[in-house]
């Protein structure tokens, strides 16, 4: 690494922050761009470094899960994204959520108090010199978004946020707090009857959305999809999805609702709470009236309302390695949705992955190939891999190797994975402490 020259990491997103640290924990200067507070795309409101623009949860936290896989060897790899959420979570059952301020906080503070990070605000329109991190995220455009076009290629998809509203506008006599299952009491619940359901449902498919430029409903994410497209597939589609009453008891009749819209809490201090499930793009209007007609949120109050945003992501199978390299340019990389994975915990990842693999190269050290058994290392092969009909991944079992035994029962299977990666994790670990003693 020449004259200790600075890595330039472009976007102090998830991604963007978890490179910058994963590289000046380790002793490299970052140059940390970002056009906040100046400059901000459609689906930002706040200044600060890694805002949560869509859900405030990073999904959950058990090892029967494989997000929940993911946070820990993310934990265990020394994480900034995890360490700051860890800290600032908030109530929410089995899964990991955070006050979103708090959070941005903490990984805004850390970032800025680094002796070895720079930050410059300012927006980017050319592709910077390696070493180098793009991860400006799926909303990049401009100059910078068509060199990246030009470079690598780009696909597209339409991405979605729920609305939120103020605890104290809840009616508390018809909603009530519960987890499935009995898992503790950490969401509020609005229950509908069928009448009520259908109602709801009608109201829902003959309201006005708001137009998106560009929409198209084969080009939507799955697991952001506003709930009005879900309804159109099918009338109950939302009753088996974010709507759906398993695990829970209405105290008012002992017995389970014919559907349900959970709400989460979003903020340290109680005061407001998400539909869970609920990403919409309609009319500001019509989520009031609409959405007003869930028993328990007649006279609700919006924090936020939810919005829809185009999305852009990489072809990155063939572009990219699976440490997230550009083939053709060993020091420079791309990391967050962009690349093809999709979650906060997922883009995280990439950083992370991207951050550590760049610091062996500076320092001309053996690469940092981590575990193939792992779910970090299950991401980085997934983005990496021909694939003809790629599309943005949430991490899952499926794209990770398989056991070499059978295990029956679905938990006990999941369990056993996770368990065979931290041990490996673990074993890797141990093997480097140039890389891990410090973390």
């Known amino acids: 690494m020449k004259n200790n020259t600075p890595v330039t990491v472009l976007g102090a997103g998830l991604a963007g922050c978890e490179a910058a640290w994963q590289l000046a924990s380790r ?38 899960n494989a997000s929940g896989l993911l946070k820990e060897e993310m934990r265990r790899l020394g994480s900034l994204i995890i360490r700051a959420a860890d800290a600032s979570r908030v109530p929410a059952g089995g899964a990991l959520a955070v006050d979103r301020a708090a959070f941005s906080g903490n990984v805004s503070e850390k970032l800025t108090a680094h002796p070895l990070v ?3 605000s300012c927006l980017a329109e050319t592709l910077p010199e390696a070493p180098a991190v793009i991860a400006t995220g799926p909303l990049t455009a401009g100059g910078l978004g068509e060199e990246i076009a030009k470079l690598a290629g780009t696909l597209h998809f339409f991405d979605a946020a729920a609305p939120i509203v103020t605890r104290e506008s809840i009616d508390m006599r018809i909603a009530f707090r519960q987890s499935r299952y009995g898992r503790g009491d950490d969401y509020i619940n609005c229950p509908l009857n069928e009448a009520e359901y259908h109602a709801f449902i009608d109201a829902l498919l003959s309201a006005q959305s ?10 939507l994410f799955e697991g952001c999809m506003p709930i009005e497209s879900m309804a ?3 009338r109950m589609a939302p009753a088996f999805g974010p709507m759906k009453p398993v695990g829970l008891t209405d105290p008012r009749t002992g017995k389970m609702p014919f559907a349900a819209v959970q709400l989460r809490q979003d903020d340290a201090g109680g005061t407001l709470y998400n539909l869970v499930g609920f990403q919409t793009r309609l009319k500001f209007p019509e989520q009031k009236r609409v959405f007003g007609l869930i028993p328990g949120l007649k006279d609700a109050e919006f924090a936020r309302f939810g ?4 999305n852009t992501f990489l072809q990155s199978p063939g572009f990219l390695d699976s440490h997230f390299a550009v083939k053709e340019q060993s020091q420079m990389y791309f990391a967050g949705q962009m690349t093809g994975v999709e979650g906060y915990v997922e883009s995280a990842a ?10 062996t190269r500076l320092k001309e050290l053996p690469e940092a190939i981590l575990p193939q058994n792992t779910a970090i290392a299950a991401l980085g092969r997934y983005i990496s891999t021909a694939n003809r009909d790629f599309q943005p991944m ?3 079992y499926g ?11 679905k938990e006990k299977r999941y369990l056993a994975l996770s368990e065979r990666a931290l041990d490996d994790l673990a074993v890797f670990t141990a093997s480097r402490p140039e890389l891990f003693s410090g973390q």
């Open 399 to 409: 794209i990770m190797q398989p056991l070499p035994q059978r295990v029956k029962g």
């Open 232 to 234: 159109r597939r099918g």
């Open 118 to 120: 720079g930050f410059e």
């Open 350 to 359: 990439s950083g992370l992955t991207a951050g550590l693999s760049l610091y």
């Open 27 to 64: 002793g490299v200067p970052v140059r940390l761009v970002d056009m906040k507070p100046h400059h901000k795309s459609p689906a930002h409101e706040a200044d600060g470094f890694a805002e949560l623009v869509c859900s405030n949860s990073l999904k959950s936290e058990r090892l029967q």
């Open 394 to 396: 949430n991490m899952n």
């Open 210 to 219: 708001a137009p998106v430029h560009g929409f198209e409903e084969d080009l």
């Open 307 to 310: 919005v829809m945003h185009r």
